[in-house]
């Protein structure tokens, strides 16, 4: 079964902080992996996506990673800012007829001042 | 440009009564995804579109739910009888072709509540 898992379920940390969030997928035939945001009651606001033939992507404070053999992927958010309080998900998708995402079920990041 | 829609954003609703959501996605993307966000679950696939076209629709949870799409834009996801347990955050999503592995954008979602 395709299984993905996020560690940790919630973190907090102060201010300025460099920190990681870890995602880890069961099979590592993935076609791309996309990292997202979601603030209370809101959408998905997509961050990063890392096609599997790419070892990472970089979006201003943000670089995400991939690294298929060990069915891992992190999200790197550097000096953390107050306004980075969200939760964030990743999801796997393995294509295939309907390329349907499989997310994980995120971890919930504070970021305190 | 414009992202994708969904409407309405809240619906509350009595247990029993059928209940319409819409999804508006990008223009030109032909992928349309329906999915489900339940208190403490994470996000659950609903049902898949490519075109007006719907190949597989095992993941709907029951026959309760139904979706369509026409002229390979709006969609529609329909529950009738609605339970308890169909109180959750369903959210629609869009991406320029379903096969291939395209980025999909999500709307806002619609906050089902069923009393």
């Known amino acids: 079964k395709q299984e993905v898992t996020q560690i940790p379920a919630a973190l907090s940390v102060p201010e300025g902080e460099n920190l990681v969030l870890n995602c880890s997928f069961t099979?590592?035939?993935?076609?791309?992996l996309q990292w997202f945001r979601q603030d209370p009651g809101k959408g998905l606001t997509s961050l990063l996506l890392i096609q599997s033939s790419q070892r990472e992507q970089t979006s201003g404070r943000l670089n995400a990673s991939l690294d298929k053999s060990s069915g891992r992927s992190t999200l790197y958010i550097a000096a953390s800012q107050p306004g980075d309080s969200a939760t964030y998900l990743c999801?796997?998708?393995?294509?295939?007829?309907?390329?349907?995402?499989?997310f994980g079920k995120g971890t919930k990041l504070s970021v305190k001042p | 440009g414009a992202g994708v829609s969904q409407s309405p954003s809240n619906k509350v609703t009595e247990k029993g009564k059928d209940v319409e959501l819409r999804c508006d996605p990008i223009?030109?993307?032909?992928?349309l995804y329906w999915y489900r966000q339940s208190l403490g679950q994470g996000l659950e696939f609903l049902i898949y579109f490519q075109g007006n076209s719907a190949p597989d629709k095992s993941g709907l949870p029951s026959d309760r739910f139904s979706a369509e799409r026409t002229g390979g834009s709006v969609s529609t996801l329909t529950i009738q009888r609605t339970q308890q347990e169909d109180s959750a955050v369903y959210l629609c999503?869009?991406?320029?072709?379903?096969?291939?592995?395209?980025?999909?954008?999500f709307g806002p979602g619609t906050r089902l509540t069923v009393t």
């Open positions: 999503a869009s991406s320029l072709r379903g096969q291939g592995g395209h980025e999909q954008y």
């Open positions: 223009s030109g993307h032909t992928a």
């Open positions: 099979d590592s035939a993935i076609y791309n």
């Open positions: 999801a796997a998708n393995y294509g295939g007829s309907q390329g349907n995402l499989i």
